[in-house]
């Protein structure tokens, strides 16, 4: 009898076939994206700052961030390593800015779920109000100087010492990382604004660092460069990207919101809003928070705004390090304390208050008595004028 030998069955060979060429193409696709990964590491490295007032940060601030990376990625020409955003010092005085103090703090919550931006609070530490330029200029050195103090593989993270708006992995190579400005089309044109802009700091900007403009409704930057001989002249160094979902939301348009009472949920982060909340930043009752009466935890700023006069006693770094720290979980220190000497009309007095009160309609300034006789005589010599609703 003739044994009858018996096949693998005719579907299982196929499928291992199938196996094989699967195993082949993974191997391949590895292949290919291991060689994606090598020719990305060998384009030109850049990083974005975006200088403003961030009062508050709003979706649109961070968007214009990934909108930036989008574009360079997508067109394969450079390697996006970080993105800083660098409010602006309070001196700057613009109508609607918080404390440095509490911009910071908004972006360091803002900037929570991104793992690329970061915030820089050099610009608010310094003694004055910095040009953009010499903003640029001071991220671009310190970079530089990162880059050239450390071989490949030296450990980022482990650095305690270094500024923490630095983007990580920067010794990966010794490349050098082009920080390029970043900003809306409004701000472009605000270089038109007669007295604003040093046409020296124009030209260096574009010159040697470079700027990505997203496009912004009101704004034609397309037009406005075709306008300018400096910004013609160098406009390989100026990468216009169009917005094309754009959205009109602005820290303009959150504060009116605000001060209105009208609700500004899902047009700013949660938790930024939630700190606004909190700190009374931009609603009608923070209108009469002067200095004076702010509470302690925000006093490094006070001595900002009074020309550092007492910013030698105490270490501001410290300070805003410290206070940034609360900012991340919220804390309950930052909540008014026994000691918190803010308060306004409609809310219950607090113990040891003194209300003045002169007419209805009219806001009403309230100062807590303060224990020590000092502080109170320099709180009511800042005291606020009564304001006509
Ligand atoms: N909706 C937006 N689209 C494009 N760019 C924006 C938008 N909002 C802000 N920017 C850009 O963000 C940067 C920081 O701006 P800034 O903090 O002054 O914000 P803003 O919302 O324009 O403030 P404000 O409303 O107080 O003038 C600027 O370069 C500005 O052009
Ligand atoms: N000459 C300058 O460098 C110059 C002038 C005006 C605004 N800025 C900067 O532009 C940013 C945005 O300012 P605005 O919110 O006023 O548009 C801020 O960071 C501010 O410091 C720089």
């Known amino acids: 009898m003739i044994a009858k030998i018996s096949w ?48 508050p940060p709003t979706p649109m601030h961070l968007r214009m961030f990934e909108i930036a990376r989008d ?29 440095s103090l509490d911009r910071c703090a908004m972006v360091k919550l803002a900037t929570q779920s991104s793992n690329w931006i970061r915030l820089s609070d050099w610009e608010v530490h310094q003694n004055q109000w910095m040009r953009t330029q010499a903003v640029l200029q001071h991220h ?22 270094l500024a923490g708006w630095l983007p990580r992995g920067l ?6 990382v082009r920080l390029k400005l970043l900003c809306g089309g409004d701000l472009l044109e605000s270089f038109a604004v007669p007295g604003l802009w040093a046409e020296a700091d124009i ?24 306008d300018s001989d400096i910004l013609t002249k160098y406009q390989n160094n100026i990468t216009l990207i169009t917005n094309w979902v754009p959205n009109e939301v602005s820290s303009s348009l959150i504060r009116r919101l605000l001060g209105r009472g009208q609700s500004v949920k899902y047009l700013l982060d949660d938790l930024v809003l939630e700190y606004i909340k909190r700190q009374r930043l931009f609603n009608f009752k923070s209108k009469y928070i002067t200095d004076a009466v702010r509470p302690n935890h925000l006093l490094f700023n006070h ?87």
């Open 140 to 161: 671009q050195n310190y970079i530089n100087n990162h880059i050239n103090s450390g071989g490949p593989g030296g450990d980022d993270e482990q650095d305690t010492h």
């Open 303 to 389: 001595a900002y705004t009074d020309n550092n006069q007492n910013a030698s006693s105490y270490s501001v770094s410290d300070q805003l390090e410290q206070d940034m720290d609360e900012s991340d979980t919220p804390s309950p220190q930052l909540q008014h304390t026994a000691t918190s000497r803010v308060f306004c009309c409609g809310e219950a007095t607090l113990r040891g208050s003194k209300m003045q009160r002169s007419g209805p309609g009219q806001a009403v300034q309230v100062i807590t008595m303060q224990a020590d006789e000092k502080e109170e005589s320099q709180a009511k010599k800042k005291k606020i004028s009564q304001v006509q609703l």
């Open 171 to 176: 010794h990966e190579s010794r490349d050098p």
């Open 8 to 55: 693998p069955n005719h579907n299982i060979t196929s499928a291992a076939c199938r196996w094989i060429g699967i195993y082949k193409d993974r191997k391949k696709s590895r292949k290919m994206s291991a060689f994606i990964e090598e020719t990305k590491s060998l384009l030109p490295r850049i990083a974005f700052i975006a200088c403003g007032c961030f009062s």
């Open 203 to 226: 030209e260096d900007i574009v010159a040697n660092h470079g700027l990505v403009v997203i496009t912004r409704a009101g704004s034609n930057p397309g037009k406005f460069i075709f």
């Open 71 to 99: 574009h360079f990625e997508m067109q394969g020409t450079h390697r996006v390593v970080g993105g800083i955003i660098s409010p602006t010092h309070d001196s700057y005085g613009k109508k609607g800015l918080a404390s």
